[in-house]
């Protein structure tokens, strides 16, 4: 099954939250949906008035971590199944799409009911390994969007690891040893999603396709294919079906469920990418990818990150409907008989 889906809210939606945007992706005859994390407040705070409750149990926020005072009178996190005491402090976090952990779940419960399979990805502007604050704000981030994936259902989080900081091959490592320490942290056999870790299209950002399959070797992760992403970085390599057949026949080693990915037009520079656009624009065609995906034996997400978003990923499924039926009645005409015969 190829499914097809948008990645944030639809621009057709009138409301604007999570469960919102499940409805209305169904409304549009998609089936895949890709929640962003954004514009989320987190705030530390006295936990006075939730003790005795469970964190899933506050009706006004989102509690994502619990603090606790240690034997030496430290703060360390006891994570969030667990009552809360009157001297711990929370980590409140604010999301204008979800009001609480009832909301996340009751949008992955009609998700499914819906058919539909839910995906999310963190803040685009990730910095990992930058060794200061942002550092430690990008990894929480991340932390947050597999405790909130969890909850809604999403069987993966994506997100873009950040620039390089020195040497190639010393940033791998390290980019290994947090996708390693956070998997460790939010194991996917404990009920979190997978970590999607995406193609880069900048020159100076972790993410080139060796780069994120190497890393899925090495560590539990899932890399994701973002088409728009390796056309730019590669000078626009993805022009024939033989192209992305071998792209995608590279990801599909290493997928957890289907194959993943995403799909825009580009505007680049060389191998850097300037843009994204949307996908009747540029020299990376759908039309192309499509005639592949006809005979494409195995399960594919194809995510619009498209500026039209709900348009193109539209736009791609009827590519793809009109393609499949081309070839069934192209195969057709060849079995019929000949008259006389």
């Known amino acids: 099954m190829i499914r097809f889906g948008?990645?944030?809210?639809?621009?057709?939606?009138?409301?604007?939250?999570?469960?919102?945007?499940?409805?209305?992706?169904?409304?549009?005859?998609l089936n895949a949906l890709e929640v962003q994390l954004l514009r989320v407040n987190v705030q530390e705070n006295s936990a006075e008035e939730f003790a005795g409750l469970r964190p899933r149990d506050v009706e006004d926020s989102i509690i994502i971590d619990v603090m606790r005072q240690d034997e030496e009178g430290n703060y360390v996190s006891v994570g969030i199944n667990t009552e809360i005491e009157e001297?711990?402090?929370?980590?409140?976090?604010?999301?204008?799409?979800?009001?609480?952990?009832d909301d996340l779940e009751t949008g992955g419960q009609l998700a499914r009911e819906l058919d539909?399979?839910?995906?999310?990805?963190?803040?685009?502007?990730?910095?990992?390994?930058?060794?200061?604050?942002?550092?430690?704000?990008?990894?929480?981030?991340?932390?947050?969007?597999?405790?909130?994936?969890k909850y809604m259902g999403a069987k993966r989080v994506i997100t873009h690891s950040g620039f390089y900081h020195g040497q190639k091959k010393d940033a791998v490592k390290k980019f290994a040893e947090v996708y390693a320490d956070l998997v460790n942290e939010?194991?996917?056999?404990?009920?979190?999603?997978?970590?999607?870790?995406?193609?880069?299209?900048?020159?100076?950002?972790?993410?080139?396709?060796?780069?994120?399959?190497?890393?899925?070797k090495k560590v539990n992760i899932e890399p994701i294919l973002n088409f728009a992403h390796v056309h730019a970085i590669t000078g626009g390599s993805l022009m024939e079906i033989k192209?992305?057949?071998?792209?995608?026949?590279?990801?599909?080693?290493?997928?957890?469920?289907?194959?993943?990915?995403?799909?825009?037009?580009?505007?680049?520079?060389?191998?850097?990418?300037?843009?994204?656009?949307?996908?009747?624009?540029?020299?990376?065609?759908f039309e192309t990818l499509s005639e592949y995906l006809i005979d494409y034996p195995d399960d594919m997400t194809i995510i619009s990150s498209s500026p039209l978003l709900e348009h193109d990923a539209q736009y791609m499924q009827i590519i793809y409907i009109r393609s499949y039926f081309k070839k069934m009645q192209r195969r057709h005409l060849a079995e019929k008989p000949v008259s006389g015969e």
């Open 6 to 29: 948008i990645a944030g809210i639809p621009l057709t939606s009138k409301g604007r939250t999570f469960i919102d945007s499940v409805e209305e992706t169904h409304n549009l005859g």
């Open 87 to 101: 001297d711990d402090i929370v980590r409140e976090l604010f999301w204008n799409m979800a009001r609480n952990y």
């Open 116 to 149: 539909i399979t839910l995906s999310m990805h963190a803040p685009y502007y990730m910095d990992m390994i930058a060794g200061n604050d942002v550092a430690d704000k990008s990894i929480n981030h991340l932390r947050w969007a597999l405790i909130l994936g």
């Open 186 to 216: 939010f194991p996917p056999d404990a009920g979190y999603p997978y970590i999607g870790v995406e193609t880069s299209g900048k020159q100076e950002v972790f993410g080139t396709v060796k780069e994120v399959t190497d890393l899925a």
């Open 243 to 285: 192209d992305f057949e071998s792209i995608i026949n590279e990801f599909k080693k290493y997928a957890k469920y289907d194959l993943y990915t995403e799909f825009s037009g580009v505007e680049f520079e060389g191998n850097e990418e300037k843009r994204l656009t949307a996908i009747k624009h540029g020299t990376l065609k």
